[in-house]
């Protein structure tokens, strides 16, 4: 039977509290706008003055500590379902080391992090592996089952919509299956990780600016190129996750009963590590040989395009010496339809791959461009430029 308790008025609108049912046979608690007439007609005209009233919604994360009422503002971040309990979380203890590795210490800090202090900036985690049954997506149904209904789970394309208000105010959003090749999508990841503001988009509404905590979870069957990550990135925590030896069906369910041990493990563990950045870990601490790998692909199928690009001019021009700026290796690489680098990328590898060094003032050079058809003209420009040679670009090529 309906109650009082199931009916809220925010401002001017009513809104009713609904269990919706998934396929998985669980419920998601929604809450839907209600009609004023339809509630008359229900209940009768004296319930309406039995509604609670707020002004408005807000948004505070909290996990151990939560208020569904603030001021007069309705918290909309959904309740911690789960209640500590003691006892031994092994089998989670177990798959945790699984994921984590040598680095389990700091996945227990991150995990008690989400758990205690929402608010904390972390990095953006990633599970990559080529190999079957490792357990990667496991981890996400975990993560799910922990913080209920302040964690979703998207797809690339969830990600990139502008869409995004079912999950701008999620404490966790994890992408399974990730493949986001694309620079801007690199971009945006990166600058979400560490915003304080996000501006969320509905269908048929106004963007709001709102305050942002998520904190996101990447697992991808692709170890080299499912993010575009530039040297020097400090943002990204990325994991190997080797094969599970057996495939164990219960899994699962066995770590969702233990979930109870886990937040009492967890509220009851020191941390290891103490806040030494804005995403609490430091680069050094979550450095792995997969990070490395993925920055190594990046950066040497770059190093490789601009490479050959230099050696057509050449070619076409039959030069043996190549002056250019930053500005020109974007251009050409545009030209080419390589869309996916930015000047910083390009300076990077310029810089502190190859190691060239700007002329030291603003001076006259042969600027090369690319015509729509692809044939190659000259222009004078000026500007800081930088010179290599053709037998240097070889070698370069050759590495």
Request: glycine content about 4%.
């Amino acid at each position: 039977m309906e109650t009082v308790s199931q009916y809220i008025r925010i401002g001017t609108i009513y809104y009713k509290t609904v269990k919706k049912p998934l396929a998985s046979g669980d419920f998601m608690v929604m809450l839907i706008s209600w009609s004023v007439e339809c509630i008359k007609q229900d209940h009768g005209k004296s319930f309406l003055s039995e509604i609670p009233r707020y002004d408005g919604f807000c948004f505070v994360p909290s996990h151990l500590q939560y208020q569904r009422i603030i001021g007069n503002f309705y918290n909309k971040y959904y309740p911690f379902i789960h209640v500590s309990k003691a006892g031994q979380p092994m089998r989670t203890l177990e798959y945790l080391q699984h994921i984590f590795g040598d680095q389990l210490e700091y996945g227990l800090d991150y995990l008690k992090i989400l758990l205690e202090m929402p608010m904390q900036i972390l990095p953006i985690l990633c599970l990559v592996s080529t190999e079957r049954n490792t357990g990667k997506t496991t981890f996400l149904n975990l993560l799910k089952a922990i913080f209920g209904d302040n964690m979703t789970i998207n797809t690339n394309e969830d990600f990139r919509s502008n869409f995004n208000a079912e999950w701008a105010h999620k404490v966790l959003i994890g992408v399974d299956e990730t493949f986001l090749e694309r620079r801007e999508d690199s971009e945006r990841l990166k600058n979400l990780s560490t915003a304080a503001f996000y501006k969320a988009e509905a269908k048929g509404q106004d963007r709001q600016e709102i305050e942002f905590f998520g904190k996101f979870v990447l697992c991808s069957n692709n170890e080299d190129s499912f993010v575009l990550i530039d040297p020097g990135e400090t943002r990204y925590w990325i994991r190997k996750i080797p094969a599970l030896q057996k495939d164990d069906q219960r899994l699962l369910a066995d770590m969702k009963s233990e979930i109870p041990f886990l937040i009492h493990y967890l509220i009851n563990r020191k941390f290891s590590t103490s806040k030494q950045s804005r995403m609490w870990f430091t680069a050094q601490q979550i450095s792995t040989p997969a990070l490395k790998k993925v920055i190594r692909q990046n950066r040497h199928k770059l190093e490789v395009e601009i490479a050959q690009l230099m050696l057509a001019i050449s070619d076409e021009k039959e030069i043996q010496e190549i002056k250019f700026c930053v500005g020109d290796v974007q251009d050409w690489l545009n030209r080419k339809g390589f869309r996916n680098h930015d000047t910083g990328s390009i300076r990077r590898i310029l810089q502190n791959v190859w190691n060239l060094k700007p002329s030291p003032n603003s001076n006259a050079y042969t600027q090369y461009r690319m015509a729509s058809d692809g044939s190659i003209y000259e222009t004078t420009q000026k500007g800081r430029y930088f010179s290599l040679t053709i037998e240097t670009i070889l070698k370069l090529n050759d590495s």
